[in-house]
């Protein structure tokens, strides 16, 4: 990146592949001759491209449909909309029970329902399968949690939370906003890599991360999605994805099928620099994925931190409250699949302990 006249090594991005420069991406985009979409998608707004589009998604994700919307923070709203109602449909109502660290888009889109929310500790399934056990028989659970999480990089545990729905009754939302494009066949997905997309209800798709394109997706039965459409005012009352975005969508979906070495070489990348930080005495969280925490504590550590990378060339987010909880500032570090070798060396070589605050 440019800035002010300088040019910097960014590791503060979402674009884990490099999409968002494909030129293939870009042509498609080009081809489309018109620039916005013109009302919603229920009015004048679902053009061909935004049909071809959904239909790519669906079958991306193994789903029978999805729907675009123009952000993935619409998108979890509208989701969450959709199940307030079904909810409000049964005979007991509904809850919501979401994961502490769930992000901020999901927890807001519950705020505004009037349907009760307990969280429970990040990751924690114990604390889970006691509200599922003593939730009323009549009552729909609705469990919500990230795939991976946006700010720790860490995943769920999903292979416990579909063993819990062996035994109990709830629906899952999953939000695969920082797995998509990252994990499984095709970057179809943490759950797909697992072989746990059947324990997912609905999926939650960012189209603005690692596909490099713009908005996001909800993915899951036709009747969820046609109740989406007739129940989710984020959907409803929001113009449709515009048909060079939803176009840029598609070819960016093949762009995984045909050149899967994006996706080997950014899971490569974050396995390598996570050795590398721990070996320069870091204390990472657990994970894999290409989202990797420095955790400094006070906002101050965190703020020099950056300022020192940054006047090395490398630009790395300062992550604070309200974002992360208060203690836990920190360096968020992202990487991509089109970072070289030398890069990578670069940011290795900045973090270590002769670098105040960060060890």
Aim: proline share 5%; with cysteine.
């Amino acid at each position: 990146m440019e800035i002010a006249g300088r040019r910097y090594v960014q590791f503060c991005g979402n674009d884990y592949l490099g999409l968002s420069f494909h030129p293939q991406i870009i042509a498609a985009m080009g081809e489309v001759h018109q620039a916005g979409a013109t009302a919603s998608a229920l009015i004048t707004g679902l053009s061909p491209e935004l049909v071809a589009a959904q239909s790519a998604v669906a079958q991306w994700k193994s789903t029978a449909s999805a729907l675009l919307l123009p952000s993935g923070y619409q998108a979890n709203h509208a989701a969450v909309q959709t199940l307030t109602v079904l909810a409000k449909q049964s005979a007991g109502g509904g809850r919501f029970l979401i994961d502490k660290l769930s992000h901020a888009s999901l927890l807001d889109a519950i705020g505004a329902t009037a349907l009760p929310l307990r969280v429970f500790p990040h990751n924690g399934i114990a604390k889970l399968k006691r509200l599922l056990d003593d939730a009323p028989a009549d009552q729909l659970q609705i469990v919500i949690t990230e795939s991976i999480f946006s700010m720790d990089g860490d995943a769920a545990d999903l292979p416990a939370i579909a063993e819990l729905k062996r035994t109990h009754d709830f629906v899952l939302l999953l939000d695969e906003a920082h797995a998509s494009g990252v994990y499984g066949p095709s970057g179809a997905g943490y759950a797909a890599e697992l072989g746990l997309s059947a324990a997912v209800d609905v999926s939650v798709v960012t189209l603005s991360k690692a596909l490099g394109c713009m908005g996001g997706a909800v993915c899951g039965s036709d009747d969820f999605c046609q109740a989406v459409a007739n129940f989710g005012r984020a959907y409803i009352y929001s113009t449709g994805v515009a048909p060079a975005i939803a176009s840029a969508v598609t070819a960016a979906l093949n762009v995984l099928k045909c050149e899967p070495h994006r996706q080997q070489r950014v899971r490569a990348l974050a396995k390598q620099v996570r050795q590398s930080l721990r070996a320069a005495g870091c204390d990472l969280p657990a994970g894999d994925s290409p989202i990797i925490p420095i955790i400094l504590g006070s906002e101050d550590a965190a703020l020099n931190a950056a300022a020192q990378l940054r006047e090395a060339g490398i630009l790395v987010a300062a992550v604070r409250p309200p974002t992360v909880p208060r203690g836990s500032s920190r360096l968020r570090i992202t990487l991509c699949s089109e970072h070289t070798d030398e890069q990578i060396a670069l940011l290795c070589r900045h973090i270590a302990p002769g670098m105040t605050g960060v060890i």
